[in-house]
């Protein structure tokens, strides 16, 4: 594959969308694991790490989010009933649960904070920052399953209920 064509598949942005979609799911469980060592091992480095990861992931996600909302259209009008069935269920649940990312996102910016100049809460608001990390990490497992179900009718018994 040339350059060429790999710039002209990253004007589209359905393309983009399958690119980095894996990284709500798989990069906040990997943060959600760093933050949770940092903490069990109480080390501040790992701890700042797990939350920078947080932060970092739910930028990403947020690219993705964009991307897939722009993309819609296009992948709905080449998709069967089900498959477009499906695409409304991942784009709802996405736009459910988007807030769950923006609150990872502030948890994790304030405890970062509180990490590197440490007041009486710091540790309290990393918890939280977890929490909320776990959270999304759910949310990004609940709106996988539907997004898969638009291509892979391998995985479908139907339309979504």
């Known amino acids: 594959m040339s350059w060429s064509a790999v710039l002209q598949h990253?004007?589209?942005?359905?393309?983009?969308?399958?690119?980095?979609?894996?990284?709500?799911?798989?990069?906040?469980?990997?943060?959600?694991?760093?933050?949770?060592?940092?903490?069990?091992?109480?080390?501040?480095?790992?701890?700042?790490?797990?939350?920078?990861?947080?932060?970092?992931?739910?930028?990403?996600?947020?690219?993705?989010?964009?991307?897939?909302?722009?993309?819609?259209?296009r992948v709905y009008a080449m998709s069967g009933g089900d498959a477009q069935a499906w695409l409304d269920v991942h784009k709802h649940r996405a736009v459910v649960t988007s807030i769950v990312f923006t609150i990872a996102a502030v948890l994790a910016a304030v405890s970062l904070i509180g990490e590197i100049k440490p007041f009486r809460f710091s540790l309290g608001l990393t918890v939280l920052a977890l929490v909320a990390a776990i959270a999304a990490t759910g949310a990004a497992a609940w709106i996988s399953q539907a997004g898969g179900q638009v291509r892979h009718s391998e995985f479908r018994s139907g339309p979504p209920a």
């Not at 399958?18 to 940092?38: K, R, S």
Request: aromatic share 14%.
């Open 10 to 73: 990253l004007q589209q942005p359905e393309y983009v969308h399958v690119l980095i979609n894996p990284v709500p799911l798989y990069g906040m469980a990997m943060a959600v694991f760093g933050l949770a060592a940092g903490l069990i091992a109480r080390s501040r480095a790992s701890r700042i790490i797990g939350l920078l990861m947080v932060l970092a992931v739910s930028a990403v996600t947020w690219f993705a989010y964009r991307y897939g909302y722009r993309g819609f259209d």
